[in-house]
Antibody
């Protein structure tokens, strides 16, 4: 059974780098039909896509984060990592990792997140 | 960016009711629309993908429809476990975007 578990420091100082790990069990990172993504949720707010990375190395992140995002995959450990630099209070959120699946039919190629972790709270404060 | 507008923002209903949640997009997105359910303190759960495809294991009382810029999630015969927050999400273009959420509460 697929399981995703986020981990990392719960408190980060302003202007520093937020670093999170997502450990995946029950699925192969090397499946080309999967993408691995990060989504965040500020306190009392909605969901915001942070970025997505594929096994092939394709990486996409949300322009709203102004190129502060770096993502990578460690296939030997089945881990996904997220770094967000120069954080401010606006980066305070619960961060989720999720598996993205691409399914094709006659109409197109559809991407959706079919499994999510429980999320980890990150607070940016001095 | 494709803007997503859900309505209503919150909704009160009773067990056994049928409810409809709307999601409107700022541009035509073909069928690239997904729906998620989120319970407090949990990660979202995929319900519907590509407008109307029921995710494996999701009860058939959940259904999705729509096209162009207007999409709908319908929940028939509400069960106690359905009271949660629901989000739509488009995968037509980047950045991926979500609606602001619809909170479904027990009346």
């Amino acid at each position: 059974q697929l399981r995703l578990q986020e981990s990392g420091p719960g408190l980060v100082k302003p202007s520093e780098t937020l670093s999170l790990i997502c450990t995946v069990s029950g699925a192969s990172f090397s499946n080309p039909n999967y993408y691995w993504g990060w989504i965040r949720q500020p306190p009392g707010g909605g969901l915001e896509w942070v970025g997505t990375v594929s096994y092939s190395g394709d990486s996409y992140d949300n322009p709203s984060l102004k190129s502060r995002v770096a993502m990578s995959m460690d296939t030997s450990k089945n881990q996904l990592s997220l770094n967000v630099n120069s954080v401010t209070a606006a980066d305070t959120a619960v961060y989720f990792c999720a598996r993205g699946v691409e399914k094709d039919d006659s109409r197109g190629s559809y991407l959706f997140f079919d499994s999510w972790g429980q999320g980890t709270q990150v607070t940016v404060s001095s | 960016d494709t803007q997503m507008t859900q309505s209503p923002s919150s909704l009160s209903a009773s067990v056994g009711d049928t409810v409809t949640i709307s999601c409107r997009t700022s541009q035509r997105i073909s069928g690239y629309l997904n729906w998620y359910q989120q319970r407090p303190g949990k990660g979202p759960k995929l319900l519907i993908y590509a407008t109307s495809n029921l995710q494996s294991g999701v009860p058939s009382r959940f259904s999705g429809s729509g096209s162009g810029t207007d999409f709908t999630l319908t929940i028939s015969t509400l069960q106690p476990e359905d009271f949660a927050t629901y989000y739509c999400q488009q995968s037509y273009d980047l950045p991926l975007t979500f609606g602001q959420g619809t909170r479904l509460e027990i009346k």
